[in-house]
C-alpha cells in the first residue's frame, strides 16, 4: 500500500527536518513495515515554461521541427520536436538535460539526424498528468515565461512509503491516511489533528433536509451485510477533478477519472471505508435490496467482465436487477458517467469471511476487498459518508442533498466498547523497562484509547475500529506501549532461569540412532518428500488406491492434493530424478504416512524407508545386509523371512503390480509383519525411465514412538587365537533360495563361533543359481586344530545335503 507524507501531514504535523528515510525507519519500527520510500514530483523544479520563437523544418527528416524557444530575455535552446501542433508564440514546457521524468528516463544529450537536442518539448503524457496526449502542452497565452511548474501550478514534493500489506493484516485502522497520521503523531510525540469533530458533523448534518429520501435501503438479514448507510444527491456536475485530487490519488498508484469517482476513492484513501456512488437515474425501483442470491447469475462488472455469481454471494440490487457485487466491485450497468446528474452514496460494511470466499472464488481482488477482508468497523460509516458529502459540496456548489441518510443493518447503538484492565507493574515487567504511569495514558491516549486510574490499575477503553481483530486483552496494550516506546530502546537482558539438559523422548532417540547408522555406515543421503502426493503420480506407480479418502478439500496443488499412505510412489519420483545423474546411490527417509480410519478421517504411522540404487548391479542383497545391520544397531526384535501367504505385510500392499516377483522379504517384528525388503519390478521402472536396479526397505517404527528400546548389547574382548575360513559354493535350483541355506546352516552344532555370509551369487539361467559362502570359524579361548576345522566343514556339508543342497562339482 502506498502512502503519501504530504496527505499524512493534514493530520499530523510532522517536523520538515526529518528525512524520508527516518520516517520510514521509524514507521518500520513502530507500526508496519516499510518496504520503499520514494522522494516524488521533483522533477517540477526542473521543468519551466517556455515560449517558442522560431520553427525551422528538420534538414534529414520531413516530420521533424529544430523549434528555438526562450526560457527569459538572455537564454535560448533550441531542440528537435515532432509534435504537430507546436506553432510560433506558443507557450509550453520544456525539461533540460538531465531531468527525471515520471515516464521513467532521463535526458542526455543526444543528437536527432545528426542534430543535438538540448532537452524537450513536453507533453501531458510525458509529465505523467495524462495516459495519452495529441501533442505538447499548450499552455495559457498569459502563461509567464521561464517560470518552474513547481511555482506555477502550486505543485510539492511529496514522499510516498510502499508499506507491506502483510504486515497490515491485523490492523483494519491503517488502511487509510487518517489512522497512518495517528500512528505518526504517537510515534514522534506531536499533536494529532482530526478535523472530524462535532462541530464538522453537525455543519455536513445542516444540509440535510425534511424532504423524504428518493432512495431507500433494506438489507436482507441472511446476506452479509454488517451496516449499510445510504444517501442522495441532486444537480451532480460531472467533470474533471481539480489537481490536489489528482496529484494525491497519483502519488499513492491510483488513475483520476472524474471528480464523481475520484471523491469516492480519495475518502477510502483518506478514511479506509471503502464506498460506491450510484447513478440514480439508473436505479430502478425506491429501494436499493442488499440481499444474497438464490442462484447463479452472469454480472458484468466495472472492468466490463462477466462474472458468474453463485447462490450464496451477495448483491446490492434495485428492483430488477444487481447492481453491486458486495464488498468487491460495482456493476457496469450503476456506474457514474458524465450524464450523471443525481446520486446515490453508499458506504457500508461487511462481514470479512464472506468478502474473501466471493474474492478468491473469483479472482478478483480489489482495494475494496483487501479493505473489508480486514474486518473494518461498522461505526466508522457515517464518518465517511460526510466525508463523502463534503468534498462532493466543495466541488459541486450547487450539489444538494435530498432527505437524510438511510440506514438498515445491526444496531449500531448495541456496540459496548472492549474495556481492558491493566496494571502499570506487569506493563514495565514485561518490557523490562522502568515506564511512567504519565508515559503509559500519554502514548495510550496518542493512540485513541480512552485511560481512567482504578486503585491499582488502569481501565483501558479501546476504540472500535481497534477492538475488531486487534486489541483483545492485557498482552495486546503491552505491545502497544512496547512497539511506540521503541523495542530499541529496551536494553534487552537475558531471562533467569535455571538451564539444564533436556532428555529426548524415545521417538527423538531412535530417529537420531537410525540417522546416524544410515548416514555414516550405509552411506545414504537423507530427504524429505512431500506429505501430500498427487493423481497423476499414483497413476504412474500402478498405486492400488487413488486415495480419494484422504484427499483435501482445497489443496494448493493437484500435484499435492491427497495424503500419501506410502513412500513408494515419492521414493521412484526420487529416484526417476537421481538416476539421470548418479550411477549409484543410497537415501532414506524417517516420516508419516496416512490412513483412513472413519473416525479420526486418518491414522499415522511412523516409517523408516530406505532404497538402494544401482545402474549396473543388482542391490538387493547389499539392502538385505544393511537392514539386518540397522536392526542390530537400534535393538529391534526383528527377523527377515519369507512372503508368506498366511500373513499379510502391514507396510507394503503385496498386490501391487511394482513388487518383484522373487525378490521379497518380509520383517517380522515383534511377531508382525512390519516391514519388507524388495525389488522393484523393472516394468514399473521403464514407467519412471530409471535405468538400472531399485531396491526398497520398510520399517513401521510406530509402537517403538513411546516405548524406547532397550539396549541389549554386549562388550568382549577380540580374541587372541587366529580363525579360519571355510569358503564353499552350493548348487540351488529355481525352486530353493539363499535363505534355505541359512536355515540348513543354523542347524549346525560345532561346538566353535561361527559366522555365516555370502561372498557371491551368480545365476547363469532361471533354471538353477550359485552360491558362494564364506564361514568363519573361531574360538576365544584357544587356536582351532586341524581336526576340528575338518569335522566342523563336515558337519556344514552334511547339513546342506540334508536340506537338498549340494556342492557345486567341479
Known sequence: MLISLDWIKDFSPLENTLTPNELGLKLTMGTAEVEGVETINMFWKEVKTVEVTHIEGHPEADKLNLVTFKLNDKESFRVVCGASNVRMGMKTVFAPIGTTLPIGFTLEPKKIRGIISEGMLCSEEELGLATDSPGIMDLPEDTPVGVDLLTLWGKKEDVVFDIDNKSLTHRPDLWGHFGLAREFSALYEVPFNSPFNEFWIKNIESMFTKDSAPMGVQVDPGSSCLAYFGISLDNVVVGESPRWIKDRLLAVGLRPINNIVDISNYVMLE???????????????????????????????????????????????????????????????SGVTESTTKIFIEVANWKAAEVRKTSTRLGLRTDSSMRYEKTLDSQLCYRSLLRTIELIKQLC???????????DGNNLEDFKPLVIKASVEEITKTLGKEISTHKIIDILERLDFKVSKGDESLLITVPSNRSTKDIEC????????????????????????????????????????????????????????YPMVGESLLKRAQWTDQLESLKLINSLSVEQDRMRDSFIPSFLEIAALNSKTYENFRFFELGKTYHFTEDKFSEEKFILGLSFYSRKSNPILDLLNHVERLGNFLNLPMDIVEKQPKFKNNVVDESWLGLHPYEFRNLRIMGKMDGAVFGVHPLILKTFKIKGNLAMAFIDLTQFEKRELKDKLSYRPLSKFPSSRFDYTVCLNKDQSVEDIFNALKKVKMGVEATHKIVDIYNPDNLEKFVTMGTFLSDSEKTLEGSLIKECEEKIINSLEKASIFLKKG
Open 271 to 333: 478514511l479506509g471505508i471503502p464506498l460506491h456512488i450510484f447513478d440514480r437515474d439508473l436505479i430502478e425501483g425506491k429501494n436499493v435490496q442488499i440481499k444474497s442470491l438464490n442462484e447463479s447469475i452472469t454480472f458484468t462488472t466495472l472492468d466490463e467482465v462477466e462474472r458468474t455469481l453463485i447462490a450464496g454471494d451477495t448483491v446490492i440490487s434495485d428492483s430488477k436487477k444487481p447492481l453491486v457485487l458486495a464488498g468487491i466491485m460495482g456493476g457496469l450497468n
Open 397 to 407: 456548489p450547487d450539489v444538494s442533498v435530498i432527505g437524510k441518510p438511510q440506514y
Open 474 to 529: 492485557q498482552a495486546d496494550i503491552i505491545e502497544e506501549i512496547g512497539r511506540v516506546i521503541g523495542y530499541d530502546n529496551i536494553t534487552p537482558v537475558g531471562p533467569l532461569l535455571d538451564v539444564g539438559p533436556v532428555r529426548l523422548n524415545p521417538l527423538h532417540i531412535l530417529k537420531r540412532k537410525a540417522q546416524d547408522f544410515l548416514s555414516q555406515h550405509s552411506h545414504a543421503f537423507e530427504v524429505t518428500s
